[in-house]
Nanobody, 127 residues
Framework: QVQLVESGGGLVQAGGSLRLSCAPS?????????MGWFRQAPGKEREFVAA????????VTADRVKGRFTISRDNAKNTLYLQMNSLKPDDTAVYSC???????????????????WGQGTQVTVSS
């Protein structure tokens, strides 16, 4: 069983930045997994944020956050990141990382494509 743990959430003012991290617990090695970030605000459906291939060369970012959010990974540190800049109150949500075994260059946008999920970390952006 793969367990993912997110960190880095918190309260920030509009225009500020946060960097989220996601790492597996135990001996899981992220090199084998294509990974992504999703978010869910209260009363809203889960929303795709960004995804990255196993090697990190291929990424896709949702239009709503493009130019402000950057997904990356450091396989040597076994960690996935989401750098969030120019944060807006609309970015307030619980952010979750997800993973699944996939082809080396695959990037997955649909939540249903992911088998493993973290518990999520709260990001709150004040106006």
């Amino acid at each position: 069983q793969v367990q993912l743990v997110e960190s880095g959430g918190g309260l920030v003012q509009a225009g500020g930045s946060l960097r989220l991290s996601c790492a597996p617990s135990g001996r899981t090695v992220v090199n084998y997994f294509t990974m992504g970030w999703f978010r869910q605000a209260p009363g809203k459906e889960r929303e795709f944020v960004a995804a990255i291939s196993r090697g990190g060369a291929d990424t896709v970012t949702a239009d709503r956050v493009k130019g402000r959010f950057t997904i990356s990974r450091d396989n040597a540190k076994n960690t996935l990141y989401l750098q969030m800049n120019s944060l807006k109150p609309d970015d307030t949500a619980v952010y979750s990382c997800a993973a699944n075994v996939g082809a080396y260059n695959a990037v997955l946008r649909r939540a249903s494509d992911y088998k493993y999920w973290g518990q999520g970390t709260q990001v709150t952006v004040s106006s």
